[in-house]
């Protein structure tokens, strides 16, 4: 019996019409990227080696994946060493969205199968911008990532690069991300508008602060355009922001004692609708 299942990936002709990635992103979504590259640095500021930062989400079709690529080639273009791992290893797509190969990757690094040169990729997106796809669908992700291994993992990046981004399954579908927490410096949450609601989210944040709650802020996608300004509520946060844009991104942060809330919004939608 093989160890692996087949590939569950999308072909690269249902990957027209997703959300724009890198420089194809419009002049808005850019510069709301951009915001958020600012607030990470404030958030989790560069050290002697390297920061982890997880991105997940509380359900799927929040746009976690879309976030997590552009994000990490707003880094890239700044001039950061950047490696991002997909460990949504059920349903990958990054090998789809970015057009590379999908296998080896990180399941058969895992299992002993590959050698980390085989799955570390250039992204095409940038030269800074490295990549770890999920690999084969394994029977036992959640085991996979609370292995020794994948600490040794992460430990190997951060003394080769300055951010390593981890793409993390939905909390409220798998605890995979759960188990992914232990290794994980920071901890990014995208909420999307009229898809998480706020029981969902509060559910979210009760199983993070279990494993011990490293969420820095939240990202608001697909928000819409009624309320749009900064703003500052007492009730939520000491300090923190959110920045609403023509293209719906909207940006909190903070650390775990400062957290901002991100319900203000921008314009339409640019989010992936499936990741």
């Not at 509380?58 to 791992?85: C, D, F, H, P, Q």
């Not at 292995?147 to 605890?175: G, H, N, W, Y």
């Not at 410096?185 to 898809?195: F, H, K, L, P, T």
């Amino acid at each position: 019996m093989a160890m692996f299942g087949k590939k569950k990936s999308e072909s690269s002709s249902s990957a027209k019409g997703m959300s724009p990635i890198g420089k194809d992103l419009s002049f808005a979504a850019s510069e709301a990227y951009k915001l958020l590259r600012t607030n990470l640095f404030f958030s989790v500021p560069p050290g002697d080696v390297g920061r982890v930062v997880g991105i997940t989400s509380s359900v799927r079709g929040e746009g976690k994946s879309t976030t997590t690529i552009n994000l990490a080639y707003a880094l890239a273009v700044s001039g950061k060493r950047v490696a991002l791992i997909e460990c949504d290893m059920r349903l990958p797509v990054l090998a789809t969205r970015l057009e590379i190969d999908p296998t080896p990757g990180l399941s058969n690094l895992l299992a002993g199968l590959s050698a980390a040169r085989d799955v570390l990729r250039e992204s095409g997106l940038h030269k800074n911008l490295k990549v770890v796809p999920a690999g084969d669908v394994p029977p036992n992700p959640s085991e996979l990532l609370g292995s020794d291994r994948m600490k040794l993992i992460t430990e190997t990046l951060v003394q080769e690069f300055d951010f390593v981004f981890v793409d993390l399954p939905p909390i409220m579908a798998v605890s995979d991300a759960l188990v992914a927490s232990s290794f994980l410096d920071a901890m990014i949450v995208v909420v999307r508008q009229d898809v998480c609601t706020r029981g969902m989210l509060r559910e979210t944040m009760r199983q993070l602060s279990v494993v011990g709650d490293k969420v820095i802020g939240f990202v608001f996608t697909c928000a819409r355009a009624e309320k749009r300004s900064y703003y500052y509520r007492r009730k939520y946060y000491r300090y923190g922001g959110s920045y609403g844009y023509g293209y719906g991104y909207g940006y909190g942060y903070g650390s775990s004692h400062h957290r901002s809330r991100s319900d203000k919004s921008g314009e339409g939608s640019t989010s992936d609708a499936n990741h």
